[in-house]
């Protein structure tokens, strides 16, 4: 009898995973790795080049199907990245697979995805504050959304629970304040 493929496995999606996809810039150039910053949470993942680029065009959250597909993406960069001790793609890989749970989850909560009020651009231009919309209970989507949330939640669970990644990341923290202090060895 076949053995059945798993729902988030790169098999069920068609992707094939190749390596090459996802090269490891921070582990030849140590002023790239040390510019990164961990951070809390998703910050930086938009920002943080050139992993933004080599990322971002796998990051995807629509429907179920389409979130299985990217998060498992994601979920085989961040095992790529972990299994070459690059912990600032892992953390990267790990920071989008994060937004898709968080994005995913906004857009169930909020018909259209849209939270606030006002932009933050608004804001400046305006003055004043942001106010949080209320949240939608029932809109076309809404299941759909928190399902493809969970996608993404069950993965990202995985990779803050990595050991290897909680290695990479203590020893990077540690090379960083070293690096930050003014002993670049």
């Known amino acids: 009898m076949p053995k059945k493929k798993q729902a988030n496995s790169p098999e069920s999606t068609g992707y094939t995973f ?20 961990i951070a809390r949470g998703e910050q930086g993942v938009l920002t943080f ?7 971002l065009p796998h ?5 179920v199907p389409i979130a299985e597909n990217s ?13 070459a001790g690059d912990l ?9 697979i994060q937004m898709g749970m968080t994005r995913a989850k906004r857009y169930a909560n909020h018909k259209g995805g849209k939270k606030y009020d006002r932009s933050a651009r608004e804001l ?15 809109h076309a989507g809404r299941e759909e959304k928190l399902r493809a949330s969970e996608v993404f939640r069950e993965l990202w669970r995985r990779c803050t629970g990595d050991e290897r990644y909680v290695e990479l ?3 990077f923290v540690a090379e960083q304040k070293r690096w930050d202090g003014g002993s670049k060895d």
């Open 124 to 138: 400046e231009k305006e003055g004043g504050k942001r106010v949080e919309l209320p949240k939608s209970e029932e």
């Open 88 to 96: 600032v793609g892992a953390d990267m890989a790990r920071k989008f």
């Open 59 to 63: 990051w995807r959250f629509k429907t």
């Open 49 to 55: 080049e050139p992993y933004k680029s080599i990322l």
């Open 71 to 83: 998060s498992s993406i994601l979920y085989e960069a961040f095992t790529h990245y972990v299994k």
């Open 18 to 37: 190749n390596p090459s996809d996802f090269p490891t810039p921070a582990l030849s150039d140590e002023a790239l790795r040390m510019s990164y910053r």
């Open 169 to 171: 990341k203590a020893e």
